[in-house]
């Protein structure tokens, strides 16, 4: 079974809107990491924003914040006043556990639109 | 954030040669670094795990006899690609977490730019 699920192959969002990119894990271990990564064509994964199983609040790194919905399993990226460098794609990606692998999602193709 | 170099970040080689890509963490030392692999329009394919002082964990499906992975030091992993074949063309991409950095930045994974590996 999948374990992080995107189901947007490819997004497409109007300059300094927002979007919301979607995400949704399954795991039965208690404690476990969500973590969003956007690559642009160059190839290099950034890291963009983490949200912990225990953590009470939603996380937020400037224009990036994590709607973490735990009783639905799921981990939406939301990125406001979109700009054209946000083109990229964008991964979801869960850890189980401490320090173990992180598991990928099948990734988010996004295009700003100036 | 940490930072975490890559070398070579381009390779074109013949087939049947071996290649080396270098992964180093710059300002922090790892205990632990992962090597993925990436197809095109792809996501990342986790292929091992490797563990300073002691062996790779591989993934289930992965050669180990032929990619190599050593973990020499605390701030450098090399994975080789022996005897490549085209099949082995792919994009290929260290990560390793700061076990120092605290809160959740230790559970977090920085990346190297990549390899872009081509066998010829």
């Known amino acids: 079974a999948q374990k992080i699920t995107q189901t947007q192959p490819g997004m497409f969002v109007q300059e300094k809107e927002a979007v919301t990119l979607d995400c949704t894990y399954d795991?039965?271990?208690?404690?476990?990491?969500l973590f969003w990564y956007k690559q642009p064509s160059s190839g290099e994964m950034i890291f963009l924003i983490y949200?912990?199983?225990?953590?009470?609040q939603n996380a937020t790194e400037g224009r990036y914040s994590l709607n973490f919905q735990k009783a639905r399993k799921s981990a939406n990226l939301v990125i406001s006043a979109s700009q054209l460098g946000d083109s990229a794609m964008y991964f979801c990606?869960?850890?189980?556990?401490?320090?173990?692998?992180?598991?990928f999602g099948a990734g988010t193709i996004l295009r700003v639109k100036s | 954030g940490a930072v975490v170099s890559q070398h070579p970040s381009r390779v074109i080689c013949k087939s049947g040669t071996s290649v080396k890509i270098e992964c180093r963490s710059l300002?922090?030392?790892?205990?632990?670094m992962f090597w993925y692999r990436q197809f095109p329009k792809k996501s990342l394919m986790l292929m091992a795990t490797?563990?300073?002082?002691?062996?790779?964990?591989?993934e289930q499906g992965v050669e180990k006899d032929k990619f190599l992975i050593n973990h020499a030091s605390l701030t450098l992993s090399t994975l080789t690609v022996t005897s490549a074949h085209p099949e082995d063309s792919s994009f290929y991409i260290c990560?390793?977490?700061?076990?120092?950095?605290?809160?959740?930045?230790?559970?977090?994974?920085?990346f190297g730019p990549g390899t872009r590996l081509t066998v010829l």
């Open positions: 990560s390793a977490r700061d076990p120092s950095s605290g809160g959740a930045g230790t559970d977090t994974q920085y």
């Open positions: 795991t039965s271990d208690p404690s476990y990491g």
């Open positions: 949200q912990g199983s225990y953590d009470q």
């Open positions: 990606a869960m850890r189980e556990g401490y320090g173990n692998k992180l598991v």
């Open positions: 300002d922090f030392q790892a205990t632990t």
């Open positions: 490797s563990n300073e002082g002691s062996k790779a964990t591989y």
